[in-house]
């Protein structure tokens, strides 16, 4: 981040000192105070569910770096008494700072797999996940695509079948993509990795994590078959490069410009807002090497504590009725597996929420669990590696002397980081 940026930031976090309500009589309520990286719809949802709180909570949008954000606020003296965090490393690590209350959930509380475990430190809970994202999903308009791909070798086979019929203008390209934001190019990273060795996924987390071993070899290498395909998306490569995520939602549901987009259960938000048309699109999970869809891959954020009143309200939001408006309006997709599925306000929503209980093979975002600025932003980290592997495959590199170059990356960001070779 440019210190100009750090500036900003720190400015921002001074200027969004604690905050007090007026509460009856006169008298003057501190309100629990709230930093998200959150803005726009979910935002609004946010601030009506804890409009049913019993004291008054005020939340602060903290931007895309919410990580600056509480350190200008803890340097200030001024940290807010809870935040939601996007990435399970930045609880741990503040945890290990001794900024962090420990914390009890609702009673019943439970969450998939070992996503729990991601938030503890020496053995105390010091974050509890309020909010889901289901990240392997390709979405597509059923008049476009009646029969989606079963397996990886189908979405292959589709995706050089349509590319040929593009390039003679008969069609749409098969695959939109937002290479610009290179968190769409490590999801599909990661749910590749995941399909070939959900070992070699879990080791990749951890202080030893090989980045030039044979599972990232081979994950780069499936992703330079198809990316490589000829006339894959709209516009060419380059054009992908300066595609953004909601854009290449765009050019599915309302340009028709591709027939497949992928990416997690966020892009209902953008289909809300720019379908052309009916029906509405369909999903299909991210395909593995077999039938049936491949491993599940999921995001989330989860709420830490910085002070006692931050400690009711973060146990208070896992209770499974505390989340009910954002049920109701869509949109939101619960960690908890003591929501009731009929508590979502549509179908889709209920079969995602099955999948998280239901899933043979289920990963936490590897990225959100690297370390430093290995994890990724704009230009920096693995977001930006995985740009120059796509550069690289879609500009006419050998595939093997691509991923040469993207695991030696790949291996230089982990040493600098701390978080393997």
Known sequence: MSRALRRRTLLRALAAGPATVAAGCGDETRAVQVAVVWSGGELARFREVVAGYGTPVHVISAGNDIDAFLRARHLAGTSPDVAILPRPGLVTEYARRGWLRPLAPAPGYAVPGDLGGLLTDDGQRHGLWVKAAHKSLFWHLPSVLPQPPGSWDELVALTRRLAARARRAEGPAPLAIGAADGWVLTDWFENVLADLSPGGYDGLAGPDADWQGPPVRDALDRLAEIWSVDGAFPGGARRALLTQYEESVIQVVHSRRAVLVFEGDFVEDVVRRFRRGSPPPST???????????????????????????????????????????????????????????????????????????????????????????????????WRIMQDFFADVTAGVRAAEAVRRATGQLAAAARRAGGGR
């Open 284 to 382: 299909f999970r991210f395909p593995g090497s077999g039938s049936g869809g491949g491993p599940l891959i999921v995001g989330g954020d989860a709420a830490v504590a910085f002070s006692p009143a931050g400690v009711d309200l973060a146990g208070w939001l896992t209770d499974p009725a505390a989340f009910r408006p954002w049920l109701r309006a869509g949109g939101y997709l619960s960690p908890n597996l003591t929501v009731p599925p009929d508590s979502y306000a549509d179908p889709m929503r209920r079969r995602l929420a099955g999948e998280l209980r239901t899933a043979a093979t289920l990963r936490f975002d590897l990225s959100d669990r690297l370390p430093g600025p290995f994890t990724g932003s704009d230009g920096v980290g693995i």
